[in-house]
C-alpha cells in the first residue's frame, strides 16, 4: 500500500512525461521509501532498473550492471568483461535506442564506490548520446545523502543538468496516522516518537496488535528487526569508521544537545577539518541536526548538534543497553518494563519536543499566523566553555513584533499551575533579549491544563498534539 509522497510523486510523473529527456534525483536514509516512490511513479511505464552492490569494487559493480542489463532485456548473459563504465554505459545506450525506456540507478552510491569517477563517464554517454532519445528519464537514487549532493547535484559534471531533486525525509503525523489505520491517536502519536515517522518501521508495526507490542517483538527479541538494524543502517553509511560511532554516542547522552567543543572533548575527536566532515556527513545522512538561536545567522558560531534520528536515540537509550540480554533469548517482557520506568518518561518528554518542533509549520497554522512573516527555532546562550545558560527548544519570531514562546510537556497527568513560574522565568529572559516584542506564550501539552491553570489565563492558547493530524 502506498502512503503519502503525493507531492514527490506529482513531481516524478511531471519529468517523466516531459516531451524530451529529464533527470532526477532522489535521495533520502534507508528505510525512507525511495524505492516505494519510484515504483508507484514508474508503475505504468516500461524501466530498466539497475541496483548497486553494497560495499563492493569497481568491477563487481559493473559485472552486476551488465547482468542485471541482460536479464532485463532477455539478451541472456554478456561473457565479455567490460573495464570502465563508460563502455558499460554506451551498452545501455545501444539498448535504449533500439528499445526507448525510463532508467533508475538505485542505490547509486555503491555502483559508485562513493567515487567521482561514474559521474564524470556517465556525463559523456548521456549528453552526447542518451540525452537525444526523446522522453526518456533518468533516477540516480541514493541514500547517502552526502554523497548524492555533493558527486551528483552539485558535481561539476551535473551540475545545472537535473531536472528534479527531491530529499524524502520522514512522514508527519498525517501520513503516520494514515499509514497505521485503525490505530487510536495515542498509539499513533507515540509510533512517531518511537519510531520518527520511518514508513519502513511503521509498516512493521502496523499489524502488530499494539504499537508497544510490535516494538516489543522488533526491538526486544534476539532476531528482532530493530535489534540489529543500527548494523544495517548506521555502519552502512560509515563503515566502522570509530569516530562517527563515537560523535552518536556522545550526542545520545546529552538530548539537547552539544557545541563543537564538547563534542570534541567526550569524542576525542580534533577540532579541525576532520570533526566538521564527520559533522557534515552525519547531519546530511539525516542522524544528527545542527541548531543555531533563532535569532542569529546561519553562520553563526554558536551552533549545537543533537542526536535527531528516532531510532538510534531509542537504540542507544534502551536497545543498546540492553543488547546482551536481548540475544540472549532469556528475558522477556523487556520493553514492559522499560515503558514504566522514570528514564523512559524522561526520554518521551524529550522525544514529545523533538514532535513538535518537526511540526513547527502546522503549529503556525494552528495559532493563526502562517500568513505573516516568522522565522522559528530555538534561543539558547552559551556560558564559559560553551556550556549552555539557557535554552528554550521553540519559538516564533513574527514580523508583527510577537514572539511566540512554546512551552512543550508531555505528562499523563493535567499540568497545573506549577508550570507558570517556569514558563514566566524563560519569558523574562527572552524579553530582556527582545525588548520591543510582545511575549505570546503557548502551552502544547499531551494532557489537558488543570482548572486552575485555563482560568488564570496565563498561555495564550493550549495546543494538543491531536491538533497536528
Not at 534561543?379 to 527548544?393: H, R
Request: glycine letters at 8%; hydrophobic letters at 40%.
Amino acid at each position: 500500500m502506498f502512503i503519502g509522497r503525493k507531492k514527490e510523486l506529482r513531481l516524478l510523473h511531471g519529468i517523466i512525461s516531459a516531451n524530451r529527456a529529464t533527470i532526477g534525483v532522489v535521495y533520502g536514509r534507508r528505510r525512507i521509501g525511495k524505492s516505494e516512490l519510484i515504483k508507484k511513479a514508474f508503475e505504468k511505464q516500461r524501466v530498466l532498473l539497475f541496483e548497486g552492490l553494497e560495499n563492493r569494487p569497481k568491477q563487481d559493480q559493473i559485472d552486476n550492471f551488465l547482468f542485471q542489463l541482460f536479464y532485463q532485456t532477455k539478451k541472456g548473459f554478456y561473457n565479455k568483461r567490460l573495464k570502465s563504465w563508460g563502455e558499460a554505459f554506451l551498452l545501455l545506450y545501444e539498448e535504449l535506442k533500439r528499445n526507448p525506456t525510463h532508467v533508475v540507478f538505485d542505490e547509486f552510491q555503491w555502483m559508485a564506490n562513493y567515487r567521482n569517477e561514474i559521474v564524470s563517464e556517465l556525463k559523456p554517454i548521456w549528453d552526447l548520446y542518451i540525452s537525444e532519445i526523446h522522453g526518456i528519464t533518468l533516477i540516480l537514487c541514493g541514500s547517502i545523502a552526502s554523497f548524492m549532493i555533493k558527486r551528483v547535484v552539485k558535481s561539476n559534471a551535473f551540475y545545472g543538468r537535473t531536472d528534479l531533486v527531491i530529499h524524502l525525509k520522514n512522514f508527519l503525523l498525517p501520513d503516520t496516522k494514515e499509514m497505521l489505520r485503525g490505530k487510536g491517536v495515542s498509539e499513533i502519536i507515540e509510533a512517531q516518537m518511537l519510531l520518527g515517522g520511518i514508513p519502513k518501521y511503521l509498516d512493521l508495526v502496523r499489524e502488530k496488535p499494539s504499537i508497544r507490542m510490535g516494538i516489543e517483538e522488533l526491538a526486544f527479541t534476539e532476531t528482532g528487526y530493530l535489534t540489529d538494524e543500527y548494523e544495517r543502517i548506521f555502519l552502512s553509511h560509515f563503515g566502522r569508521n570509530p569516530e562517527y560511532q563515537r560523535i552518536v554516542r556522545v550526542l545520545a547522552r546529552h538530548p539537547y544537545g552539544l557545541f563543537r567543543q564538547r563534542i570534541s572533548e567526550e569524542a576525542a575527536i580534533d577540532r579541525g577539518g576532520g570533526l566538521t566532515t564527520h559533522l557534515k556527513n552525519l547531519e546530511s545522512a539525516g542522524f544528527i541536526s545542527s541548531v543555531t538561536p533563532f535569532h542569529k545567522g546561519h553562520n553563526s558560531r554558536l551552533l549545537k548538534y543533537y542526536l535527531s534520528d528516532a531510532y538510534l536515540r531509542f537504540y542507544f537509550s534502551f536497545i543498546r543497553p540492553n543488547l546482551k540480554k536481548i540475544k540472549s533469548g532469556i528475558h522477556t517482557s523487556m520493553f514492559g518494563k522499560i515503558a514504566q520506568s522514570g528514564s523512559f518518561s524522561v526520554w518521551m518528554g524529550r522525544s514529545f519536543e523533538y514532535l513538535c518542533i518537526e511540526h513547527a509549520a502546522k503549529i503556525s497554522k494552528i495559532l493563526g499566523f502562517p500568513g505573516i512573516e516568522f522565522t522559528f527555532g530555538p534561543y539558547f546562550k552559551a556560558l564559559k566553555n560553551d556550556i549552555p545558560g539557557v535554552q528554550i527548544d521553540l519559538l516564533f519570531d513574527r514580523k508583527d513584533n510577537v514572539i511566540t514562546l512554546c512551552e512543550m510537556k508531555y505528562s499523563l497527568s493535567p499540568v497545573g499551575i506549577d508550570i507558570i513560574e517556569e514558563v514566566e522565568r524563560k519569558a523574562e529572559i527572552v524579553q530582556t533579549k527582545f525588548k520591543n516584542k510582545t511575549i505570546q506564550k503557548v502551552l502544547i501539552s499531551r494532557s489537558n491544563p488543570t482548572s486552575d491553570l485555563t482560568s488564570s489565563g496565563f498561555f495564550y492558547r493550549v495546543i494538543k498534539p491531536e491538533e497536528f493530524f
